[in-house]
């Protein structure tokens, strides 16, 4: 009955694991949740009240397909400001959340035959998006040593004359890893001089940590910036993930096609979530710094307790705000615990404790921790992570 295509993806495995402990929550079981995948903090009272301006001024009706102007001249002096990165308005489109942003550019770009390079581990929905418009991902597997980041060498090896694109994410989900302008050199270095197409998924770029600045591959070279679509959106930085605004900016033919596909599927993002958006991208940096000073202190909680925990081992992630510890050396200590999927599966079922396995981002042997949750809960949760660890 179902078109073939269904065939190639899975529900996000994410959502599943979030269904199955908000239905133990709603048993009166006190979980303690490190899967969410969002600030727990509330929209900044500036963007919410944009948004209910936005109603009470009768701005409810259909927008430009691309995104209304006054969003698209906030976006374009946001990545002036933050990137020194120059764009026009046909260079920019608003849709609906990045995880829409990025579905255009699949479908725009992706067909079959293509491979699209997607180092791991990744965000669940770049390889079923591949797949999805008929094209193959191809999955380099990142090292702990290296920080979790794809070396020259690796994306060397992993591109073909079928390379269409690659996706990178920095910061990253699930493994916070940031590319330093550094790093970025030697990718860039490499794709440069190449026709492959850099789809850089920015969205957690303002949960950077140590004091650095965060660099868009971009900004590298007006070379580059030819070949980049930049992804992001107000979703997590300003804790707007039920608002859906996402954004891509780069060559005006694609954003154009991006356009004409948007115009036949799910027309403008909400009028009134753009208004809120507008106020968010003009007024909301002290938002965004109180909220990242706050998940830099947890970070050194999460990253210290779980090093403390015999048979764990955790990167100090640079960004975002997920921690991805190695649980590989607890894996086997119960012949029914042989997997980061099944270790999930103790800890939710006997110290309900809810975590994402490192198998749906493409890497066993880890677990997703987020800690987008007040310091007393990662505290009692990190206790419960002892206490199961140390009874296996
Ligand atoms: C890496 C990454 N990109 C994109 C998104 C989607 O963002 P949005 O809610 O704006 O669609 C997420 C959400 O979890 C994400 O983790």
Redesign the pocket.
């Known amino acids: 009955m179902l078109a073939k295509r269904m065939r190639r993806i899975q529900p996000s495995s ?1 959502m599943a694991i979030s269904a199955k402990t908000n239905e133990m929550i709603a048993k009166g079981i006190r979980v303690i949740d490190f899967g969410l ?2 600030p727990e903090f509330e929209t900044p009272a500036v963007a919410a009240e944009a948004g209910i301006r936005a109603i009470q001024d009768g701005y409810t009706k259909y927008t430009a397909t691309a995104g209304a102007d006054d969003l698209k001249e906030a976006i374009i002096e946001k990545f002036k400001n933050d990137h020194q990165l120059t764009y026009n308005k046909r260079e920019v489109i608003v849709s ?7 579905y255009n550019i699949a479908q725009i770009l992706f067909e079959e035959g293509d491979e699209v390079i997607i180092p791991a581990p990744y ?1 669940v ?2 390889p079923d998006q591949v797949r999805l418009n008929d094209a193959t991902p191809v999955i380099v597997k990142t090292r702990e040593k290296d920080h979790f980041l794809i070396t020259k060498d690796q994306l060397k090896d992993a591109i073909t004359p079928r390379t269409k694109a690659i996706i990178l ?1 920095s910061p ?2 699930p493994a916070g890893a940031v590319y330093t302008e550094r790093d970025f050199y030697d990718v860039a270095d490499l794709l440069v001089s190449t026709s492959i197409w850099i789809i850089s ?1 920015e ?2 770029e303002k949960f950077i940590y140590d004091g650095k600045r965060y660099t868009s591959i971009a900004s590298f070279s007006p070379d580059l910036k030819k070949k980049t679509i930049v ?1 992001n ?4 930085s300003y804790a707007m ?1 039920g608002w ?3 954004y891509a900016a780069g060559p005006k033919d694609l954003i154009e096609a991006m356009s004409t596909l948007q115009s036949q599927t799910t027309s403008n993002p909400t009028s009134i979530s753009q208004k809120a958006a507008v106020a968010a991208l003009k007024n909301g940096g002290p938002f965004i710094l109180n909220m990242v000073s706050e998940y830099s202190s947890r970070r050194e909680l999460m990253v210290k307790q779980l090093n403390n925990i015999p048979g764990i081992r955790c990167v100090r992630p640079a960004g ?1 705000f997920y921690v991805f510890p190695n649980v590989s050396g607890l894996l086997g200590k119960r012949p029914s615990i042989n997997s980061s999927a099944a270790f999930a599966e103790y800890l939710l079922d006997d110290y309900a404790v809810s975590t994402i396995p490192g198998e749906p981002f493409g890497m066993d042997g880890y677990l997703r921790l987020s800690y987008a949750a007040p310091q007393a809960v990662l505290i009692e949760g990190l206790d419960r992570i002892k206490k199961a660890v140390l009874s296996l």
Not at 96 to 102: F, R
Not at 233 to 236: A, D, E, I, T, Y
């Open positions: 994410t995948g969002q609906c959340g990045a995880k829409h942003s990025l965000w929905t770049y994410n990253s989900n998924d969205i957690y992804v959106g107000v979703s997590k993930t859906r605004i996402g975002s």
